[in-house]
């Protein structure tokens, strides 16, 4: 899988920026949508010396969670990314997980399944195997790292399912730049909508996915949908980049369950 290579910049005024402009700022964009995912794609994947910090919110029938969590990349075999399982099934329905890179050696943590090992290059069971569009609301997060286990980017296959029809949604991309601390933040978008005749049989859905354009690491995502005889649900995922960062070796240990520390910041009620 070649990739280019990014540069990390400090990037934490363009989030806290995002929600200052109005819908109206954004103007159209002729980039196709599968280049905009590939671009996502090789800038994660690429990623050295990366500190993220997002805060990650569900909002619907199964009640309601929000967790702060955090992204520290050496590059893209050694890392600890924390994440937020959506499960509906579950007795708790909101599951915090932290999946940890070693020397190219892949684990998973959970409070549900304890200390995992995953097997490079397989589907780590983050929901893409029923559809990149199906599984994106409920597992986005999660989804956004899976290339750190497969190889394989998940932004590219998403806007291919979105482009030949999956779902049924209208595409739109557009562009604006942000202007704070005296510098300028080019930032892109997809927004993608359910066609209007479809919003009886399968319900009102849209998928944003917003990105810095020079670097193309996502700035927020989110999906909003009201499925048929269900209350709205929202789902969103709004991170700040900083870089280079120096990770010392302790945040990249695998060391038992018993022994690593869970996220806690996940609240549901």
Avoid: C
Avoid at 154 to 177: A, E, H, K, N, S
Avoid at 221 to 231: A, F, H, T
């Amino acid at each position: 899988m070649r990739m280019k290579t990014f540069v990390i910049l400090p990037l934490l005024a363009v989030t806290s920026a995002v929600y200052a402009q109005k819908s109206g700022d954004w103007r159209p964009a002729t980039l196709p949508p599968v280049v905009f995912g590939k671009n996502i794609d090789a800038a994660l994947y690429n990623l050295k010396n990366a500190w993220g910090r997002g805060l990650y919110r569900s909002e619907g029938k199964i009640g309601r969670g929000t967790a702060v969590l955090e992204m520290r990349v050496r590059n893209r075999s050694v890392f600890n990314i924390e994440l937020v399982r959506n499960n509906p099934k579950a007795t708790d329905p909101f599951q915090s997980q932290t999946l940890i890179g070693n020397k190219g050696k892949f684990y998973l943590l959970s409070k549900e399944k304890g200390f995992q090992k995953l097997a490079a290059g397989s589907d780590p069971g983050f929901g893409s195997s029923q559809g990149m569009v199906k599984a994106w609301p409920l597992h986005l997060q999660q989804l956004v790292w899976q290339s750190y286990v497969t190889g394989k980017g998940v932004f590219g296959p998403l806007m291919q399912g979105l482009v030949r029809g999956d779902g049924g949604y209208t595409i739109r991309m557009d562009q604006r730049t942000l202007q704070a601390e005296g510098r300028s933040y080019p930032q892109m978008r997809i927004f993608a909508s359910r066609k209007p005749a479809l919003v009886k049989k399968l319900g009102e859905s849209s998928i944003e996915i917003v990105v810095d354009s020079r670097m193309w690491l996502p700035l927020q995502i989110r999906v909003i949908e009201r499925l048929p005889n269900q209350q709205k649900s929202l789902y969103e995922w709004t991170t700040s980049w900083k870089g280079p960062q120096v990770f010392e070796d302790k945040f990249f240990a695998t060391p038992t369950y018993q022994k690593i520390t869970i996220p806690t910041k996940t609240a549901t009620h």
